[in-house]
């Protein structure tokens, strides 16, 4: 079993829709919790970065992370075409070393 | 502003070939990771320089890889004698900390085939 499963998708909503991207993993050391996004042939890109458990919002996007239930979640306000792209969770322990990453979503955006 | 460079974007080679991949990272940015990606897939670290320390290699799937780190700035990623499964997207990051900030950057990726 992966230390990080992230739903496999591909997603496709219309524009406008709210966008749920989840994670589960099972080692209880990680606590750094990232979302990147990366566009084909492109290199990702961090979109949020959160610490311990609770919620955080930067613009349309919200980073939740519930470390008792160990899941994470990424959630897109308003979607728009522009948000298509593979989005990728990632976890690191307390030293921010390597990271372990899931496998990606694909999320399509349709105008 | 310069980010972090990668070169080549591509690689052909054949099988049994040594090839080195090449990462600058971002000026004054302590850490600096190698992954890998292959298709539809997602990032499978490698080899991970923080400062003057020793590497985490715990990533290198075999003694075909090997990475260095020269003056805590370039890094190359070498792999003897290419296999066909080595083929793959090879990014690098680098990555700065500081109090309430841990951002890692990565590169465009070199693709790497191997006939």
């Known amino acids: 079993q992966k230390e990080v499963e992230q739903d496999p998708g591909p997603l496709s909503v219309p524009e406008g829709a709210i966008v749920s991207l989840n994670c589960t993993y099972s080692?209880?050391?990680?606590?750094?919790f990232m979302w990147y996004r990366q566009y084909s042939r492109k290199g990702p890109e961090l979109l949020m970065y959160?610490?311990?458990?609770g919620n955080k919002e930067d613009g349309r996007f919200t980073a939740q992370v519930d470390k008792s239930s160990k899941y994470i979640s990424l959630f897109i306000r308003d979607s728009q075409p522009s948000d298509s792209a593979t989005y990728l969770c990632?976890?690191?322990?307390?030293?921010?070393?390597?990271?372990?990453f899931g496998d990606g979503t694909t999320l399509t955006v349709k105008p | 502003g310069a980010g972090v460079s990668q070169s080549p974007s591509n690689k052909v080679t054949e099988k049994g070939k040594d090839v080195e991949l090449r990462c600058d990272p971002i000026?004054?940015?302590?850490?600096l990771y190698w992954y890998r990606q292959s298709l539809g897939q997602g990032l499978e670290f490698l080899i991970y320089?923080?400062?003057?320390?020793?590497?985490?290699k715990s990533g290198l799937p075999s003694d075909r890889f090997s990475a260095e780190r020269t003056g805590g700035s370039v890094s190359t990623l070498t792999i003897q004698r290419t296999q066909q499964e080595d083929s793959a997207v090879y990014l690098c990051?680098?990555?700065?900390?500081?109090?309430?900030?841990?951002?890692?950057?990565f590169g465009p990726g070199t693709r790497l085939t191997v006939l």
């Open positions: 000026s004054g940015h302590t850490a």
């Open positions: 320089f923080q400062g003057n320390s020793a590497p985490d």
């Open positions: 990051a680098s990555r700065i900390s500081g109090v309430g900030t841990d951002t890692q950057y």
């Open positions: 959160t610490y311990s458990s």
């Open positions: 990632a976890m690191s322990g307390a030293n921010a070393g390597k990271s372990t």
């Open positions: 080692n209880s050391a990680f606590q750094y």
